[in-house]
């Protein structure tokens, strides 16, 4: 168990839907990153917040957005779905941002199927 | 942009069996490399990581992986595998983000290893 969570574990929506991802961070941990795991690009990053700030962006679509609350917890809105946006979502956490030592601790992730 | 490429999608070995999983990296400045691996329906666990210092790495286990510079790869290995080693592994690199030490992790496409007893 790496302290990390994510809800729910499986949703199923259809196209032209939203939702919404949640990650609760290990005790202690600053940033969160956002990744998706899909069969054709494999892990991708998403999006990083620390202490409530974006810090870094990857191959995000703008239907896609994020945001990290007061709390450390994030949350991850994915809107007009496509068929394409069927994937493991996971979330991680790190105590630093700068430097390169922290290790990132993943969730167990959020599997989206979009109908 | 730095990049990863795992060799190998899929390696079956026997039990007890060495086993060494391929990572090539590509970038033209330091580089920070990690494996990670991914059991069934889990999320990913950090085996190791290089930084700076020994080329070899000495993660969790059993798995050890020995950084090369000349040949750029990172290659993962271990003298003897179980049947509770069968999972997916993934290597990374830092890609260095243009903002206040902020970093993300680019993955390789990730290798299953797939132990036969």
């Known amino acids: 168990d790496s302290g990390v969570t994510q809800t729910p574990k499986h949703l199923i929506t259809a196209t032209g839907q939203r939702v919404t991802l949640r990650c609760s961070p290990r005790?202690?941990?600053?940033?969160v990153y956002w990744y998706q795991q899909s069969l054709d690009q494999g892990l991708q990053f998403l999006i990083q917040y620390y202490n409530g700030e974006e810090r870094a962006k990857g191959n995000i679509l703008e239907r896609f957005s994020a945001q990290q609350f007061p709390d450390l917890h994030s949350e991850l809105n994915l809107s007009s779905l496509e068929l394409g946006d069927s994937a493991l979502y996971f979330c991680?956490?790190?105590?630093?941002?700068?430097?390169?030592?922290?290790?990132?601790?993943f969730g167990p992730g959020t599997r989206l199927t979009v109908l | 942009a730095q990049s990863v490429t795992q060799l190998d999608s899929q390696v079956p070995v026997f039990e007890e069996a060495p086993v060494e999983l391929r990572c090539n990296y590509s970038?033209?400045?330091?580089?920070?490399l990690f494996w990670y691996v991914q059991y069934p329906n889990q999320g990913l666990q950090l085996l190791l990581k290089y930084l700076s210092g020994s080329t070899l790495v000495k993660g969790i286990n059993g798995f050890e992986a020995e950084f090369n510079k000349s040949q750029t790869s990172f290659h993962l290995r271990k003298p003897s595998v179980h049947i509770s080693d069968t999972a997916e592994y993934f290597c990374?690199?830092?890609?260095?983000?243009?903002?206040?030490?902020?970093?993300?992790?680019?993955f390789g496409k990730g290798t299953k290893l797939s132990v036969i007893p």
């Open positions: 990374a690199v830092i890609t260095p983000y243009s903002g206040a030490g902020s970093y993300q992790l680019t």
């Open positions: 005790s202690g941990d600053l940033s």
């Open positions: 991680a956490s790190s105590v630093v941002t700068s430097g390169v030592g922290g290790e990132q601790f």
């Open positions: 970038s033209s400045v330091s580089v920070y």
